[in-house]
């Protein structure tokens, strides 16, 4: 099983990318589960047809935690993808990365990973922070690697910088290590080249790019992924291509995984 955390500043496009990428992985035949770690709890909602699931937190709320089991937090979404919303507190009330901290423990009280076996686990993180729940995957040694999603807006890059330098922080102690950098187009002018500078500098890599297109739109117009929905498209295809990628990045840990036919 090969663990991956998808982080990046929010309203990127990292929930976007993460589905595609799960979708396309998925239908590359491994058996995939997204876990969203944002307190808006839409990570997955292109996978369930449009459909926001119940979060562990809900779930740990209405059922209290000691009732709460598997069948009620995770859903299998798009071509059997495992989908699990972490969930977030009370608005105004309480810690978000908490949230984070406290769905991660369930799962693996339940043996979450146990009784499904995932290939492969795609964390959805909020990167406007990597402190507390937020920097979780990376520090506790949940995540294998970590993928970075950008755009060549300044904000965006500042907080891909701010991950980046975390995730060094933490390699050092044998925890997750970068996978590089996504480009996920907004058509800033000399986009490419302002991100492949920020990486230099960075001393990582762009993995992929990403182009801004109307597929994805209209695809989550109908509540799906472009793999789904239109999955004849060139946006498809990029997709597809950032999966092959990943794999790449991944091939170690994947040596002994069930590929699913």
């Not at 009280?109 to 979780?136: R, S, T």
């Not at 506790?140 to 965006?156: I, K, N, P």
């Not at 933490?170 to 080249?193: D, M, P, Q, S, T």
């Not at 117009?221 to 929905?229: F, K, L, P, R, S």
């Amino acid at each position: 099983m090969v663990k991956i955390a998808v982080y990046g500043k929010g309203g990127i496009g990292k929930s976007t990318t993460t589905s595609n990428l799960a979708a396309a992985l998925s239908v590359l035949g491994y058996r995939v589960m997204q876990i969203g770690c944002d307190p808006k709890s839409d990570s997955t909602k292109c996978l369930m047809g449009g459909r926001k699931i119940p979060t562990v937190l809900d779930r740990i709320r209405d059922k209290g935690p000691n009732n709460v089991e598997l069948e009620d937090i995770v859903f299998e979404g798009f071509h059997g993808i495992l989908c699990v919303e972490a969930g977030g507190p009370t608005p105004g009330i309480g810690c978000a990365g908490r949230g984070i901290i406290t769905a991660f423990d369930k799962l693996e009280e339940l043996g979450a990973y146990e009784k499904y076996q995932p290939d492969i686990v795609l964390y959805d993180v909020l990167g406007d922070v990597v402190c507390g729940g937020f920097a979780m995957p990376i520090r506790e040694g949940y995540a294998d690697h970590v993928l970075v999603v950008t755009s060549g807006e300044m904000m965006a890059l500042y907080a891909a910088s701010n991950i980046v330098s975390a995730v060094h922080q933490f390699e050092k102690r044998g925890y997750a290590r970068l996978g590089g950098l996504i480009l996920n187009r907004r058509n800033v002018e000399n986009e490419l080249e302002i991100v492949q500078k920020a990486a230099d500098e960075m001393g990582e890599s762009v993995l992929c790019v990403i182009p801004r297109d109307g597929a994805v739109q209209q695809a989550e117009d109908q509540g799906m992924t472009v793999i789904e929905a239109l999955p004849d498209s060139e946006m498809a295809d990029q997709y597809r291509n950032l999966a092959e990628k990943v794999l790449e990045v991944s091939a170690d840990e994947l040596q002994p995984a069930r590929k699913c036919v």
